[in-house]
């Protein structure tokens, strides 16, 4: 990994024939994304760390410090406070990173964006496939948008490709058949979890607005307490029907 983000001296590990530049200095002047950041090992993120404090680098197997200018984008799935929590992803590492921290909701939560996203996917996937697609089967936007879509914005894009691929006509159209969930064991088995797991959000988001004294946004209200954006939060309390003003202080 240190090689690969911070290059490396000729001989310094076995199969190192050449001095090799990694991403971090091939991108100087530049900006680096750097996907999964949360699967990054630990010592890879002293490194990290250092490079960012100091905005130079050492070569794996060198001892010449190199100058370099990046600006950083990084990417995680996980939840970076609870890694932090649990001493799996260093606190000075997360705070050096989190400068301007953008959420972005599952797909499931963004039905209104589905429609964009299908008429850009299957125009860019039919030229890929040689294809002419000039409509979209109601239909087929209809069942994306009911869909759960687990797999977020990949596995809309899978099911996209796979039906231009078998696709004949010029009407985009899926099998309902693909985007079928799984059929729950019973609705008994799943509904006392089910009602635990709200009974226990409801209450956290309470707890928190009543630290926040009913505030929602804001350095010190309910959502940066509970690490959430506001909109997610201010929905959560409208699904649960809460009351959040009656946590305000006269």
């Known amino acids: 990994m240190a090689s690969e983000l911070f290059g490396h001296e000729k001989g310094s590990f076995t199969g190192a024939l050449h001095r090799r530049a990694g991403r971090f200095e091939s991108a100087d002047g530049g900006t680096i994304f750097l996907d999964e950041i949360g699967e990054l090992p630990a010592e890879a993120q002293v490194a990290l760390l250092r490079v960012l404090q100091e905005r130079e680098l050492e070569r794996v197997g060198g001892n010449q410090s190199i100058p370099i200018d990046v600006g950083v984008l990084t990417a995680t799935n996980k939840n970076l406070n609870t890694a932090v929590a649990e001493g799996m992803f260093r606190k000075d590492l997360f705070y050096r990173l989190n400068v301007f921290p953008i959420q972005l909701p599952p797909l499931r939560d963004r039905v209104d964006d589905i429609p964009l996203l299908v008429e850009y996917l299957v125009a860019r996937y039919a030229e890929k496939a040689g294809k002419r697609i000039h409509r979209i089967s ?5 069942l994306f948008q009911s869909y759960d879509w687990p797999g ?4 809309l894009q899978n099911v996209i490709e ?11 159209s899926v099998d309902t058949s693909w ?3 799984a059929t729950p064991r019973s609705a008994e088995a799943r509904a006392p979890l089910t009602a635990d797991l709200v009974g226990r959000e409801k209450a956290m988001i309470e707890n928190a607005l009543r630290q926040a004294q009913g505030l929602v946004s804001g350095p010190t209200g309910a959502a940066a307490r509970l690490g959430v954006p506001r909109q997610t939060l201010e929905s959560k309390i409208r699904k ?3 009351d959040r003003h009656r946590f305000k202080t006269s």
């Open 162 to 172: 796979r039906a231009l691929i078998l696709s004949e006509g010029e009407t985009f």
């Open 152 to 155: 977020n914005i990949r596995e």
């Open 240 to 242: 649960l029907g809460i």
């Open 179 to 181: 985007l079928t969930p």
């Open 138 to 142: 109601k239909e087929t936007l209809s």
